[in-house]
Each structure stands twice: as C-alpha cells, then as structure tokens.
T-cell receptor
Framework: GENVEQHPSTLSVQEGDSAVIKCTYS??????FPWYKQELGKRPQLIID?????GEKKDQRIAVTLNKTAKHFSLHITETQPEDSAVYFC??????????FGKGTMLLVSP | NAGVTQTPKFQVLKTGQSMTLQCAQD?????MYWYRQDPGMGLRLIYY???????DKGEVPNGYNVSRLNKREFSLRLESAAPSQTSVYFC????????????FGPGTRLTVT
C-alpha cells in the first residue's frame, strides 16, 4: 500500500519567517495531495491541495509544490504568524479517494 | 448544513465492553471513512465505504466492524474493546469523485481502561 513520510516532526520558527514541510510518497498512482491543519482538540481542516497535473499551487501565504518524478511534495508558509501554530499533515490519495497521511509536523511560531 | 457529525464526543469503556460510534453527513456525499488518530501516528484508515451498500478494510481494521446504514450514516462498532483501541476517532466524507476534499467530523475521544 501507499506509504507517506513527513519531515520534520517539529518545526520552530520566529514570526515572519518561512516554514517548509516536506513529504514523500511511494505509490506512483497517487494523484491528489492535500494538506490539513489541525489545532489542539479540533478536527483536521484542509488548507490547500494539489492535483497530479499541476506542479505548484499558491493561496495567499501558503503554497504547495509537487514533483511527481521524485514522488515528493512540500508545503511552504511565508510570513508566518502565531496563529499558524498547529499540527500539519500531508496525505496522498489512493483507491476510492482513501487518504494515507504522514505522521504530522508540529509547527510553533514564536512572536 | 451541519456537515459531518459524530456521537458521542467522549466515551470511557472497560475492557471487553462494546459500543458503536455514529457518524452522519448531510452533504449528499457518496464516500465515507473512519480514521483513528494516536499521538505521533497521524491518522490511519480503519474502514471506508466508497458508496452506499459497500464497505472495505483500511490499514488498521482489526477489532472493528462498520455498517453503512444509508447514504448519510456510517457507524463503527467495537465488539470487545481493548486498551489498544484508546484513541481519537474521526469520521470523514467526500463526494467520491477522485481528487476531492475529505470533510472531517469533530471526533470521538475514546478511552478503554
């Protein structure tokens, strides 16, 4: 089955810095790669996603890049703010829209 | 629209007890999923239902059963709870079209003593 590796497991940055989280996947048939943000005690919420026919997607301070040849994709957050502090999960799609998740990255943005 | 709802929010069971977690969605989605979330492990798929009338195993199905009651509802049953099933359980749904967002419920925090 699909295997998704996510790094780093924790990331501390100063407010205003950029943050980058990287994921790799194993199944070349995967064609949809969402990123979820989860605040403590809350449900995961989609923040951005990318489909296999696109190399990069941007939404304000958040961007995602995909390299299908290398089977890796990354989340970039610019001008980080304290409210960006949360756990971020990458995922890769499988059969019947199932998702395989990475183990998560705890992002801490210090004022 | 309420989106995806789950009951109960919290539950404490003793080893060997049984219970059913309920999930419902009002978005007319075809596909529904059950995940468990453990510290440091991300979310792992337990079972899913690609469409009404079908269910299939995910990555960690042992100790669980599911029922797709109708298009709206998808329940998860623990027949004989074990401490290893202490976790947060999330239900999710999507249209079923590939490359579409999964919407998550608020979760059920289950403790098995």
């Amino acid at each position: 089955g699909e295997n998704v590796e996510q790094h780093p497991s924790t990331l501390s940055v100063q407010e205003g810095d950029s943050a980058v989280i990287k994921c790799t996947y194993s199944d070349s048939a995967s064609n949809y790669f969402p990123w979820y943000k989860q605040e403590l005690g809350k449900r995961p919420q989609l923040i951005i996603d990318i489909r296999s026919n696109v190399g990069e997607k941007k939404d304000q301070r958040i961007a995602v890049t995909l390299n299908k040849t290398a089977k890796h994709f990354s989340l970039h957050i610019t001008e980080t703010q304290p409210e960006d502090s949360a756990v971020y999960f990458c995922a890769a799609s499988g059969r019947y829209s199932t998702l395989t998740f990475g183990k998560g990255t705890m992002l801490l943005v210090s004022p | 629209n309420a989106g995806v709802t789950q009951t109960p929010k919290f539950q404490v069971l003793k080893t060997g007890q049984s219970m059913t977690l309920q999930c419902a969605q009002d978005m007319n989605h075809n596909s529904m999923y059950w995940y468990r979330q453990d510290p440091g492990m991300g979310l792992r798929l337990i079972y899913y239902s690609a469409s009404e009338g079908t269910t299939d195993k995910g990555e960690v199905p042992n100790g669980y059963n599911v029922s797709r009651l109708n298009k709206r509802e998808f329940s998860l049953r623990l027949e004989s709870a074990a401490p290893s099933q202490t976790s947060v359980y999330f239900c999710a749904s999507t249209t079923g079209t590939t490359q579409d967002e999964q919407y998550f419920g608020p979760g059920t925090r289950l403790t098995v003593t």
